[in-house]
């Protein structure tokens, strides 16, 4: 069993900056991918970014040259450090892992409860 705990999210101003955090518990944490996501009142929950075992990183559209997802396996957490803010980039934000090393759009097994990030304009 994976527990995952986000933190770091809040209110921030357009083109602003905020890293998020996922500390996880449970084993083998460096050969699971592990993944943000976000959603946002009335939307599916959308991929942000992930990072695979082998720390190759995949971004959407949405994300590719303002976010950056990071790992420390030492300390079995996850980053998702953020510039550039929009207020489109508000929702809630969760971290997510896997039991395979590999990144899925879709498929994943271990959630946390979420961070809120409010960026106002």
């Known amino acids: 069993q994976v527990q995952l705990v986000e933190s770091g999210g809040g209110l921030v101003q357009a083109g602003g900056s905020l890293r998020l955090s996922c500390a996880a518990s449970?084993?083998?944490?460096?050969?699971?991918?592990m993944g943000w996501f976000r959603q946002a009142p009335g939307n599916q929950r959308e991929f942000v970014a992930g990072?695979?075992?082998?720390?190759?990183?995949y971004y959407a559209d949405s994300a590719k040259g303002r976010f950056t997802i990071s790992r420390d396996n030492a300390k079995n957490t996850v980053y998702l450090q953020m510039y550039g803010l929009k207020p489109e980039d508000t929702a809630v934000y969760y971290c997510?892992?896997?039991?395979?090393?590999?990144?899925?759009?879709?498929?994943?097994?271990?959630w946390g409860q979420g961070t809120q990030v409010t960026v106002s304009s």
């Open positions: 997510a892992a896997r039991n395979l090393g590999s990144v899925d759009l879709y498929a994943w097994d271990y």
């Open positions: 449970g084993r083998a944490f460096s050969s699971r991918a």
């Open positions: 990072i695979n075992s082998g720390l190759t990183t």
